[in-house]
Protein backbone atom coordinates (compact mmCIF):
# COMPACT_ATOMS: atom_id res chain seq x y z
CA UNK A 1 0.00 0.00 0.00
CA UNK A 2 2.82 2.37 0.73
CA UNK A 3 4.07 1.85 -3.02
CA UNK A 4 0.37 3.00 -4.29
CA UNK A 5 0.41 6.18 -1.96
CA UNK A 6 4.12 7.01 -3.41
CA UNK A 7 3.08 6.46 -6.57
CA UNK A 8 0.03 8.84 -6.36
CA UNK A 9 2.59 11.25 -4.59
CA UNK A 10 4.71 11.42 -7.54
CA UNK A 11 1.57 12.50 -9.41
CA UNK A 12 1.23 15.80 -7.54
CA UNK A 13 4.97 15.83 -7.23
CA UNK A 14 5.94 16.20 -11.10
CA UNK A 15 2.66 18.81 -11.43
CA UNK A 16 3.65 20.85 -8.37
CA UNK A 17 7.69 20.21 -10.14
CA UNK A 18 5.88 21.87 -13.15
CA UNK A 19 3.29 24.19 -11.97
CA UNK A 20 5.62 25.78 -9.83
CA UNK A 21 7.21 27.74 -12.86
CA UNK A 22 3.97 30.00 -13.09
CA UNK A 23 4.92 31.50 -10.35
CA UNK A 24 7.84 32.92 -11.74
CA UNK A 25 5.99 33.75 -15.49
CA UNK A 26 3.47 35.46 -13.59
CA UNK A 27 5.47 37.86 -11.52
CA UNK A 28 7.75 38.29 -15.13
CA UNK A 29 4.01 39.40 -16.99
CA UNK A 30 2.88 41.27 -14.30
CA UNK A 31 6.40 43.44 -14.22
CA UNK A 32 6.47 44.00 -18.13
CA UNK A 33 2.51 45.20 -17.82
CA UNK A 34 3.61 47.70 -15.46
CA UNK A 35 6.25 48.74 -17.56
CA UNK A 36 4.30 48.85 -20.48
CA UNK A 37 1.63 51.28 -18.20
CA UNK A 38 4.35 53.03 -16.61
CA UNK A 39 7.09 54.09 -18.80
CA UNK A 40 5.29 53.88 -22.65
CA UNK A 41 1.20 54.31 -21.56
CA UNK A 42 0.44 51.44 -23.17
CA UNK A 43 -1.64 48.25 -22.30
CA UNK A 44 -3.28 45.31 -23.32
CA UNK A 45 -6.11 43.69 -21.60
CA UNK A 46 -4.61 39.99 -22.81
CA UNK A 47 -1.49 40.29 -21.00
CA UNK A 48 -3.34 41.07 -18.11
CA UNK A 49 -5.63 37.91 -18.24
CA UNK A 50 -2.55 36.40 -18.56
CA UNK A 51 -1.95 37.31 -15.15
CA UNK A 52 -5.10 36.02 -13.89
CA UNK A 53 -4.71 32.97 -15.98
CA UNK A 54 -1.52 31.86 -14.51
CA UNK A 55 -2.72 33.07 -11.00
CA UNK A 56 -5.72 30.50 -11.39
CA UNK A 57 -3.68 27.96 -12.70
CA UNK A 58 -0.58 28.18 -10.00
CA UNK A 59 -3.19 27.89 -7.32
CA UNK A 60 -5.42 25.65 -8.60
CA UNK A 61 -3.26 22.59 -9.81
CA UNK A 62 -0.87 23.53 -7.01
CA UNK A 63 -3.41 22.66 -4.54
CA UNK A 64 -2.69 18.85 -4.80
CA UNK A 65 1.27 19.42 -4.26
CA UNK A 66 0.19 21.92 -1.46
CA UNK A 67 -1.45 18.93 0.50
CA UNK A 68 1.48 16.67 -0.44
CA UNK A 69 4.30 18.82 0.98
CA UNK A 70 1.42 19.15 4.19
CA UNK A 71 1.50 23.24 3.68
CA UNK A 72 -2.31 23.28 3.75
CA UNK A 73 -4.17 25.06 5.90
CA UNK A 74 -5.36 22.99 9.35
CA UNK A 75 -7.34 23.88 12.32
CA UNK A 76 -4.89 23.21 14.84
CA UNK A 77 -6.85 23.17 17.89
CA UNK A 78 -6.38 19.77 19.83
CA UNK A 79 -4.74 18.22 16.96
CA UNK A 80 -1.14 19.07 18.03
CA UNK A 81 -1.75 17.18 21.32
CA UNK A 82 -3.05 14.25 19.85
CA UNK A 83 -0.89 11.37 18.93
CA UNK A 84 0.00 9.66 15.61
CA UNK A 85 -2.73 7.50 15.91
CA UNK A 86 -5.32 10.08 16.89
CA UNK A 87 -3.99 12.43 14.21
CA UNK A 88 -4.37 9.36 11.42
CA UNK A 89 -8.02 8.80 12.80
CA UNK A 90 -8.91 12.59 12.57
CA UNK A 91 -7.19 13.16 9.28
CA UNK A 92 -9.18 9.96 8.20
CA UNK A 93 -12.04 11.43 9.52
CA UNK A 94 -11.85 14.25 7.31
CA UNK A 95 -11.00 12.43 4.18
CA UNK A 96 -14.03 10.51 4.32
CA UNK A 97 -16.51 12.93 5.51
CA UNK A 98 -15.51 16.57 3.94
CA UNK A 99 -12.63 16.02 1.39
CA UNK A 100 -13.68 13.41 -0.44
CA UNK A 101 -17.66 14.49 -0.90
CA UNK A 102 -16.57 18.13 -1.42
CA UNK A 103 -14.60 17.39 -4.04
CA UNK A 104 -16.85 15.08 -5.79
CA UNK A 105 -19.78 17.16 -5.25
CA UNK A 106 -17.36 20.14 -7.25
CA UNK A 107 -16.52 17.80 -9.39
CA UNK A 108 -20.17 16.21 -10.41
CA UNK A 109 -21.53 20.29 -10.60
CA UNK A 110 -18.25 21.51 -12.50
CA UNK A 111 -18.56 19.53 -15.03
CA UNK A 112 -20.82 20.14 -17.29
CA UNK A 113 -19.98 23.93 -17.70
CA UNK A 114 -16.61 22.99 -18.23
CA UNK A 115 -17.92 20.22 -21.10
CA UNK A 116 -20.15 22.75 -22.67
CA UNK A 117 -17.50 25.70 -22.33
CA UNK A 118 -15.18 23.30 -24.63
CA UNK A 119 -18.17 22.23 -26.42
CA UNK A 120 -18.17 25.75 -27.72
CA UNK A 121 -14.62 27.00 -27.17
CA UNK A 122 -15.97 29.73 -24.66
CA UNK A 123 -13.46 33.00 -25.95
CA UNK A 124 -11.91 35.37 -23.89
CA UNK A 125 -13.60 36.74 -20.29
CA UNK A 126 -13.26 40.67 -21.65
CA UNK A 127 -13.18 42.08 -25.46
CA UNK A 128 -9.41 41.98 -26.80
CA UNK A 129 -8.64 38.42 -23.96
CA UNK A 130 -6.96 35.34 -24.37
CA UNK A 131 -9.44 33.50 -26.48
CA UNK A 132 -9.73 30.50 -24.33
CA UNK A 133 -12.21 30.91 -21.46
CA UNK A 134 -12.36 27.10 -21.80
CA UNK A 135 -8.97 26.41 -20.49
CA UNK A 136 -9.54 28.21 -17.44
CA UNK A 137 -12.53 26.79 -16.36
CA UNK A 138 -10.85 23.16 -17.15
CA UNK A 139 -8.75 24.18 -13.98
CA UNK A 140 -12.10 23.53 -11.99
CA UNK A 141 -11.89 19.33 -12.76
CA UNK A 142 -8.47 19.49 -12.54
CA UNK A 143 -8.15 20.70 -9.14
CA UNK A 144 -10.13 18.33 -7.91
CA UNK A 145 -8.96 15.33 -9.64
CA UNK A 146 -5.17 16.04 -7.81
CA UNK A 147 -6.78 16.49 -4.49
CA UNK A 148 -8.73 13.72 -4.75
CA UNK A 149 -5.33 11.70 -5.63
CA UNK A 150 -3.68 13.27 -2.63
CA UNK A 151 -6.54 13.14 -0.77
CA UNK A 152 -6.39 8.82 -1.41
CA UNK A 153 -2.72 8.79 -0.92
CA UNK A 154 -3.11 10.65 2.57
CA UNK A 155 -5.80 8.11 3.19
CA UNK A 156 -3.80 5.45 2.61
CA UNK A 157 -1.07 6.20 4.91
CA UNK A 158 -3.56 7.01 7.63
CA UNK A 159 -4.62 3.78 7.65
CA UNK A 160 -1.01 2.55 7.48
CA UNK A 161 -0.34 4.97 10.26
CA UNK A 162 -3.50 3.58 12.59
CA UNK A 163 -2.20 0.18 12.25
CA UNK A 164 1.53 0.40 12.66
CA UNK A 165 0.04 1.94 16.05
CA UNK A 166 -1.91 -1.13 17.06
CA UNK A 167 0.98 -3.04 16.66
Same mark, same amino acid.
Given at each position: ?E??????D????????? *?R??????? %????? !? &?? +?R????????????G??Y???????????????????V??????A?L??????? *????????? %????? !? &?? +??????T????????E??????G????F??KS??????????????SA??R???????A??
Amino acid at each position: MEKMADSLDRINRAVGDI *IRWCALAMV %LLQFG !I &VV +LRYVFGISFIFLNEGVLYLHSTLFMLGAGYTYLVNAHVRVDIFYARLSDRGKAK *IDLFGHVLF %LFPAM !I &VL +LYWSWPTVRTSWAILEGPISVGGIPASFLLKSLIPGFCILILIQGLSALIRDLLRIKEAKS
